[in-house]
């Protein structure tokens, strides 16, 4: 008795000889149409990635000899899975981008719009947010003209996304809001729930919490109407988020850790990580810094040279404020000095600037105090704009140092100025420090000009 299986095997077979004689032959078109088939095929197995990239730029070379744009731009499409699947996404982007482009000319915006949108996924991958918005954007117009509700939806939230990755949560909610609509009219319950999941996590972010309640209980009642294995705990990550946003960290930690234990059972290291980060930060809010300091350090160890949503940055910048917390300086001093050897850091100025000037204020009043005033003195007043809270900082630390070392004209030319400010009584501790730091300073104007008198 011959399987089901054994059929199918027999009929794939078939297939393959088929496309060989095909490409054998002489017949360009029939060639590039089996290339393509076999590049397909090859494709549904992760190992032979290489080979399908490989038939599909075959194929890609006899569409162009032959000049037939539309499918140039179909075997275009069959060459960025691979280089997706292989993680080489600049490649696969500009592949994207030219298939885009050819179909949006012959007027097949529905392979225009799903080209964007695997470019915006690209770009998304990549870190290149701003890049992925405006991808994701075009594919939604593509699809809106098609009258495609569902994959108008999928664009315009991965579009919102890209936002609310960057922390621009208000332009973010209208296009949750929008994709939400389109799901609803399409009766698409799990990309509803899905969506809804996410307007929750945006209306956290801008510290909507009401709101942020109601969309993620309308999530959850979503999820009563289908089955998934995935968006319920994306959801009750979510709930656990919107607990510590409120400031019920016990809630928070309890459901972080729920899940951290299911994730790590099921081998969803993603999910594992991402609960043990906001655990980590839930626990550092009730007071448990030892906790929460080896948790984010476990975190910096296991992430460093992988890939995740959350990045070793990430976890040191959160380390460092636990640190701070705890009060202690040397823990503080290796973190930045940890963070300085980053090249993320090398590349952001404004956050170079501020760990040089943590560091500086971190060293004042300490033996270190020599070190400290060279740090802020190799740090520009002009890195930080006039009267806000890191210009006073800066200003406040060069200042107390001015003061230490004996440069008093400076340190009372840095009070008068800090005094000056029209929003400096904003900052009550720091006009007293300013108010100290500059009678100090006189009164060893002072005694130091009587000594002069006795000398004279």
């Known amino acids: 008795m011959v399987s089901h299986h054994d059929e199918e095997d027999e009929e794939l077979n078939e297939l393959e000889e088929r496309d060989w004689q095909l490409i054998r032959g002489d017949n360009l078109e029939l060639r590039a ?71 949006a000319e012959l007027l097949d915006d529905g392979r225009a719009g799903k080209m964007f949108y695997n470019a915006g996924g690209c770009s998304f991958n990549l870190g290149q ?51 939400i609509g389109l799901f609803e009219a399409a009766g698409a319950m799990l990309k509803l729930a899905d969506c809804s999941r996410l307007l929750g996590k945006a209306y956290i972010g801008a510290g909507q919490l009401e709101r942020a309640e109601k969309v993620l209980d309308r999530a959850e009642a979503c999820l009563e109407f289908t089955m998934n294995d995935d968006t319920p705990q994306k959801l009750k990550f979510a709930q656990g988020m919107l607990a510590a946003a409120k400031g019920d960290h016990a809630t928070a930690i309890e459901t972080f850790q729920e899940l951290f234990d299911a994730s790590k059972a099921l081998g969803m290291v993603e999910y594992t990580i991402a609960n043990a980060f906001e655990r980590a930060k839930s626990e550092r809010a009730i007071g448990l810094l030892d906790k929460s300091a080896k948790t984010f350090r476990q975190l910096a160890l296991t992430l460093k040279g992988t890939k995740s949503s959350i990045q070793v940055l990430d976890v040191l910048l959160q380390l460092l404020k636990t640190y701070e917390l705890a009060g202690s300086i040397t823990d503080q001093e290796l973190v930045i000095n940890e963070l300085f050897e980053m090249p993320e850091v090398a590349e952001n100025l404004h956050l170079s600037n501020d760990l040089t000037l943590s560091l500086g204020i971190l060293l004042t009043g300490t033996p270190d105090g020599q070190r400290a005033l060279r740090i802020l003195e190799g740090l520009s007043r002009s890195a930080f704009s006039i009267g806000t809270e890191s210009w006073i900082e800066h200003s406040l630390g060069l200042m107390q140092n001015y ?16 005094l000056a400010l029209e929003n ?31 000398f004279s």
Do not use: M
């Open 33 to 103: 149409e089996a290339l393509l088939c076999i590049s397909r095929r090859k494709g549904t197995e992760f190992e032979l990635q290489e080979e399908a990239l490989s038939f599909a730029e075959s194929s890609i070379a006899i569409y162009r000899q032959l000049g037939d744009r539309k499918e140039i731009a179909v075997a275009l499409w069959a060459k960025s899975d691979p280089l997706y699947a292989l993680q080489r996404f600049d490649e696969a982007r500009e592949v994207c981008i030219e298939a885009a482009e050819i179909s």
């Open 424 to 454: 400096i009584e904003q900052f009550h501790d720091a006009v007293l420090l300013i108010k100290e730091t500059k009678s100090k300073a006189i009164q060893a104007i002072e005694k130091q000009d009587e000594e002069l008198v006795l």
């Open 403 to 418: 003061e230490q070392v004996g440069r008093r004209t400076e340190c009372l030319f840095l009070a008068n100025e800090l």
């Open 129 to 179: 947010f701003e890049e992925a918005f405006e991808f994701f954007q075009k594919a939604s117009i593509f699809y809106k003209s098609v009258s495609d509700d569902i994959e108008t939806g999928r664009s315009l939230s991965w579009a919102a996304k890209c936002l609310a990755t960057e922390e621009k949560f208000d332009q973010a909610i209208p296009l949750y809001l929008e994709a």
